[in-house]
């Protein structure tokens, strides 16, 4: 109740205020005469309460005073942004860099704003010279390896999150980041990485993440451990649920039928798995094609692979998570620290 009130008369004192200063501006014979910093406090207060026009209002009054000129137009850019004004926000801030090269709230601003436009090649550059500027700054270390993931330079993208080996213990993000860019790479060290993600983090009903670590426990030689992973999956997956989220049973049911089939080359359940995947509606012949040549495979299985695949994908098909690295990459631009999700 307390807040609720104080909300209600700090919002009632902005616009007595504000009608108050207009009438004195227009009518110029009260004496009064606001100054910058006022015309900049009381947009800021708009800008706080989500009142963007009115905030807008005041900050381009403040704007045209020197002193209050450059927080003006920052704070016009985040008006902007917020508003998902993209290229105009952009404006904004790159005026600011264009007469303060080094101001680093800017640059942070530029680069963020560069990946929510998509030009990821131009955020790349900007997180360079932000971390020239403060090379101890986790965050905008995190931002910069999350780029080169989006780039696909995974290599760089781990080596830009080991420079931060307290960030790795602390903050779960970074750590999922940096499983993902081993396993990228195919890097055994993602499995330990994966695990010690899932250990901070508890229980999660993610079946991306828990389809990740499967396959990296797959590509590893686990396959024991990687066969419990899938069949976990499957007993879990949600059938309906957002796009960043869903992995569909017949793409774990082929990954489980995979790793069945390399693992006991005389066991007939990776058959009957990826029999039911096919008829689930996995249909990447590529995928297929490639277990043709997995060694551990029998060359009775192979025969039977090679039926299927003859015989051609089901009419009904269902969509497919087809690459998960690119789409672990999307997400996560749209997952930050909260310290780093706007400008």
């Not at 999922?176 to 994966?194: I, M, N, T």
């Not at 039928?257 to 693992?263: D, E, K, P």
């Amino acid at each position: 109740m307390t807040l609720s009130i104080g909300i209600r008369g700090l919002i009632g004192y902005c616009v007595f205020f504000s009608f108050f200063l207009l009438l004195c501006i227009s009518c110029g014979g009260l004496g009064y005469r606001a100054s910058a910093e006022e015309y900049y406090a009381i947009g800021m207060a708009y800008f706080d309460l989500g009142k963007y026009p009115e905030a807008e209002q005041w900050l381009n009054r403040a704007k045209v005073v020197d002193k209050t000129k450059v927080a003006s137009e920052y704070n016009l850019g985040r008006i902007a942004f917020e508003t998902k004004q993209y290229t105009e926000a952009l404006g904004y801030f790159e005026k600011i860099l264009a007469r303060d090269p080094v101001n680093l709230i800017a640059l942070k601003a530029v680069a963020y704003t560069y990946i929510k436009l998509g030009n990821i090649e131009k955020a790349e550059a900007l997180y360079q010279q932000v971390l020239a500027l403060v090379p101890e700054s986790a965050d905008d270390g995190y931002n910069y390896a999350l780029v080169l993931y989006a780039m696909e330079k995974y290599d760089q993208s781990e080596q830009a999150l080991a420079a931060y080996p307290f960030a790795l213990q602390e903050n779960k993000d970074v750590l999922l980041l940096f499983a993902r860019a081993q396993k990228a790479q195919q890097k055994p060290e993602a499995v330990d990485s994966y695990a010690q993600w899932f250990e901070a983090e508890g229980k999660t009903d993610d079946p991306l993440i828990h389809y990740e670590y499967a396959s990296v426990l797959e590509t590893s030689g686990f396959y024991a451990r990687a066969i419990e992973a899938y069949k976990t999956i499957l007993e879990n997956v949600p059938q309906q649920g957002s796009d960043a989220q869903r992995v569909s049973s017949s793409l774990v049911r082929f990954s489980l039928a995979r790793s069945l089939l390399i693992a006991d080359a005389e066991n007939e359940e990776g058959i009957t798995e990826l029999t039911a995947a096919l008829r689930e509606g996995f249909k990447d012949m590529d995928a297929l094609e490639a277990l043709m040549e997995e060694e551990g495979i029998s060359e009775d299985h192979k025969g039977t692979i090679r039926r299927l695949i003859d015989e051609g994908p089901p009419v009904e098909e269902e969509a497919e998570v087809e690459d998960l690295d690119t789409e672990a990459s999307e997400d996560l631009l749209g997952e930050r620290p909260e310290s780093e999700r706007k400008p």
